[in-house]
């Protein structure tokens, strides 16, 4: 079974520049998360989609970031437009959903993004 | 709320030594806590989680972790370190909202041969 998979792995662009994220999901996983991880912070989530549907959005910075899943399937991150707060290591992980409280969220190898 | 604590940012132990990686978490509901680890250009992978059974958890790759709810506490362990064992180690909590998970800021475990 393949992992949950994320592209590009590196990313370098410049301030004011637009940068897209994408993230496969384990296949038959509903729950799809992103999360950011900050200059050697810990990792915060960003938000949560069911399916299609957000279901928690709380943790977007701002609205420069949007987030979509068409299709219910892989996800992408838009960052528009970049600013040098934005560069960190961005997750993406995926759930099954349907097991009770505890669902193990799966995770992929993350995105770098540098914004110069 | 919930949040996490990891006491170092960097651990170094030696080859066969004890590895113990602190992890203290708040959280106003019964917690599940969780141990991440992250291998050099690879993704988060799940070492063990607590969720309210057994307070002494068993993971992947001879760790485990031990719930002490009187000192909100999820420290890892391992009685003998391994080369392999050097990475990124992460501990997470969710409570009240299962599908959001705090995350504490990492602990680099350094094996020494």
């Known amino acids: 079974e393949a992992g949950v998979t994320q592209f590009p792995s590196h990313s370098v662009i410049e301030k004011g520049q637009t940068v897209t994220l994408r993230c496969d999901p384990i296949s038959g996983h509903d729950n799809l998360y992103w999360y950011r991880r900050v200059m050697g912070k810990e990792i915060k989530f960003l938000l949560h989609f069911v399916k299609e549907s957000k279901q928690d959005e709380s943790g977007m910075p701002n609205n420069r970031f949007l987030a979509e899943r068409t299709g219910g399937t892989y996800s992408t991150l838009k960052v528009q437009p970049a600013e040098l707060e934005d560069s960190g290591v961005y997750f993406c992980?995926?759930?099954?959903?349907?097991?009770?409280?505890?669902?193990?969220?799966?995770f992929g190898p993350g995105t770098r993004l540098t914004v110069l | 709320a919930q949040s996490v604590t990891q006491l170092g940012s960097h651990v170094s132990v030696s080859e066969g030594a004890l590895v113990l990686l602190r992890c203290n978490y708040s959280?106003?509901?019964?917690?599940?806590l969780f141990w991440y680890v992250q291998y050099p250009n690879q993704g988060l992978q799940l070492l063990l989680k607590y969720t309210s059974a057994a307070t002494l958890v068993k993971g992947i790759n001879g760790f485990e972790a031990e719930f002490k709810k009187s000192e909100t506490s999820f420290h890892l362990t391992k009685p003998s370190a391994h080369m392999s064992d050097a990475a990124e180690y992460f501990c997470?909590?969710?409570?009240?909202?299962?599908?959001?998970?705090?995350f504490g800021s990492g602990t680099k475990l350094n094996v020494k041969p």
């Open positions: 992980a995926s759930s099954h959903g349907g097991q009770g409280a505890v669902d193990t969220q799966y």
């Open positions: 959280s106003s509901v019964p917690p599940y």
């Open positions: 997470a909590v969710t409570g009240g909202n299962f599908n959001k998970f705090y």
